[in-house]
């Protein structure tokens, strides 16, 4: 069972979100888990171009950090995001992340994975963002588990009960990964976007062939 954290926080090593991230790999690792962490302001992700090119062969031109990063992300079992509250939405890299994301979500290539999201805010807005990264995960086709969001402005002895609810996540996280929890009301969810994409991959499949080979290769379209 392996868990990926991201952190995308400026602030490195005095980050508070870093904290919350670490909390929850914490209590991933308490239920068995094997984590990692990954700080996004150590890489270099470019801006998505909308060239369409992962469409049509699975690959994009640019050069960066992306594709080892996305190579981890496929190859967890568990995705926990992190960012700070930058008005009213994620830091610029995760959104970067988010954008060349586009097959993916074309894809469904997170079908049957698991996550959530942690955030800190100054003074709010901080529960809208953990619901925007979740909604990510799910459009994503990840099942969401929960979310943690500190604001740390009123109370900086939040972030301490904070990182506790965060351990919790943890262990929900990796439980839900063992398969101790269910999600009635995501599994449909799921089942109604595959179906939505499908048909449209499917009416783009000279354009889009990757697309499409993938998901006769998943067993969601019968090749015509």
Same mark, same amino acid.
């Given at each position: 069972?392996?868990?990926?954290?991201?952190?995308?926080?400026?602030?490195?090593?005095?980050?508070?979100?870093?904290?919350?991230?670490?909390? =929850?790999?914490?209590? /991933?690792?308490? #239920?068995?888990? #094997?984590?990692?962490?990954? +700080?996004?302001?150590?890489?270099?992700?470019?801006?998505?171009?909308?060239? &369409?090119? @992962?469409?049509?062969?699975? +690959?994009?031109?640019?050069?960066?950090?992306?594709? +080892?990063?996305?190579?981890? $992300?496929?190859? /967890?079992?568990? %995705? =926990?995001?992190?960012?700070?509250?930058?008005?009213?939405?994620?830091?610029?890299?995760?959104?970067? %992340?988010?954008?060349?994301? /586009?097959?993916? $979500?074309?894809?469904?290539?997170?079908?049957?994975?698991?996550?959530?999201? %942690? @955030?800190?805010?100054? !003074?709010?807005?901080?529960?809208?963002?953990?619901?925007?990264?979740?909604?990510?995960?799910?459009?994503?086709?990840?099942?969401?588990?929960? !979310?943690? !969001?500190?604001?740390? &402005? *009123? +109370?900086?002895?939040?972030?301490?009960?904070?990182?506790?609810?965060?351990?919790?996540?943890?262990?929900?996280?990796?439980?839900? $990964?063992?398969?101790?929890?269910?999600?009635?009301?995501?599994?449909?969810?799921?089942?109604?976007?595959? #179906?939505?994409?499908?048909?449209?991959?499917?009416?783009?499949?000279?354009? *889009?062939?990757?697309?499409?080979? *993938?998901? %006769?290769?998943?067993? *969601?379209?019968?090749?015509?």
């Amino acid at each position: 069972m392996k868990v990926l954290g991201l952190n995308a926080s400026p602030r490195g090593e005095e980050s508070r979100t870093l904290r919350l991230v670490e909390a =929850v790999l914490a209590g /991933a690792r308490e #239920e068995g888990a #094997e984590t990692k962490l990954v +700080d996004l302001y150590t890489l270099r992700i470019e801006y998505c171009t909308a060239c &369409g090119s @992962c469409y049509a062969t699975g +690959d994009c031109p640019l050069m960066d950090d992306f594709p +080892d990063l996305f190579d981890d $992300i496929l190859d /967890a079992d568990g %995705v =926990v995001l992190g960012s700070p509250n930058y008005i009213d939405s994620v830091t610029a890299p995760l959104k970067a %992340v988010f954008d060349r994301m /586009a097959d993916a $979500i074309h894809c469904q290539m997170l079908t049957g994975k698991f996550g959530c999201s %942690v @955030c800190t805010a100054g !003074g709010s807005g901080q529960d809208e963002v953990v619901a925007y990264m979740n909604r990510v995960l799910t459009t994503l086709g990840a099942t969401a588990v929960g !979310g943690v !969001g500190v604001a740390v &402005g *009123w +109370d900086p002895t939040a972030l301490e009960r904070a990182e506790g609810e965060a351990v919790n996540l943890g262990k929900k996280l990796a439980e839900s $990964i063992r398969g101790e929890h269910t999600y009635p009301e995501q599994e449909e969810l799921h089942r109604q976007r595959r #179906e939505y994409f499908r048909r449209l991959v499917s009416a783009n499949r000279d354009l *889009w062939r990757h697309e499409y080979d *993938w998901y %006769v290769a998943m067993g *969601w379209i019968e090749e015509e």
